[in-house]
């Protein structure tokens, strides 16, 4: 009998590693060839077009409107008026009348989120989505955090109300009149100050029909923040979080953002606690029932090294691939999590 053994089929393209080969080392693709003889030219093509292609797609900063008013009946945080942000008192733990108002605080803001969410379709601007938020956030008694939150020394504080991060925009982008376009992807950060206390959480959307290496990112960032959720335990390091976000954005070959991290969080915006998303062996606080924190994974589709827009806020990545962001505020429990920006 006359068997034929046939070579498997040339994979059809496929994009090239995130950590290319020297030319003389072997080739990714597993032919045995040198690097150089084998994907070396067709990869510099492909990586040459797509950041033509990113270029011309990246996100430009567009007109921003005139500062929203909060009425004065409205309690307001410290910074609100032009004063510097407090950092807290350096306790973690919140006091049960603490809690109480905090739970409100967060129960606030994840409405606000789900809410300004529902109304994210192509051709609304970040502006438009700012407005409803705004409005919606003082309809319920609250202040919008993010507005006059104080930046490093020199640079602007932040002129809107809520963040608004499309594409390869890593997180604090200022809402603009740009269009949302269809096949975009849009975080929106909402933090509430109610009560006199803050409750920050934020997700990201898609905006119209999203390619599958999007949409792929997007459910792997939400996992890496569940699998970040699941490790806060009682007694053990910060660290553990990170540890399990950055595992899991590995296996995918994501980056993690490391330059922002989760944070403290009471009546203090961002309390001088922080939660790095990638394993930090420094990270050495033990959690403790009654802390209050964020964890918000902030995952690149690319390399996690970002810039920085003239605007003083946004973040982009410096590669311009996409970038997505989920969080929660958290309180640590007798065994484990309780999400507090719930409703
Ligand atoms: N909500 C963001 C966070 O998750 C912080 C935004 S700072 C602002 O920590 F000034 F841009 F609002
Ligand atoms: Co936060
Ligand atoms: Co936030």
Redesign the pocket.
Known sequence: MNVTVSKAPAPAFRRPPNKLPRPGDPCWCSSGEKYKRCHKDQDHAFLKEERQRLEANRVVPAPVSPRRDVPITIRRPEYADGGPSSRGNGRHVRTPDELLRMRRACRAAAQVLRRTGERVKPGVTTDELDAFAHELTVQLGGYPS?LN?PNAPGRPR?PKSI?TSVNEVIC?GVPDARPLRDGDIVNL?I?VYLDGMHG?T?ATFFVGEVDAESAQLVEVTRECLVRGIEAVKPGRPISDIGRAIELHADRHGYGVVRSYCG?GIGDAF?TNLQIPHYFDASARTRMEPGMTF?I?PMITLGAWEELHWEDG?TVVTRDLRRSAQF?HTLLVTETGAEILTRE
């Open positions: 993010p939150y932040f963040c604090h950060d933090t920050d934020n944070h961002h964020t918000e806020w969080e």
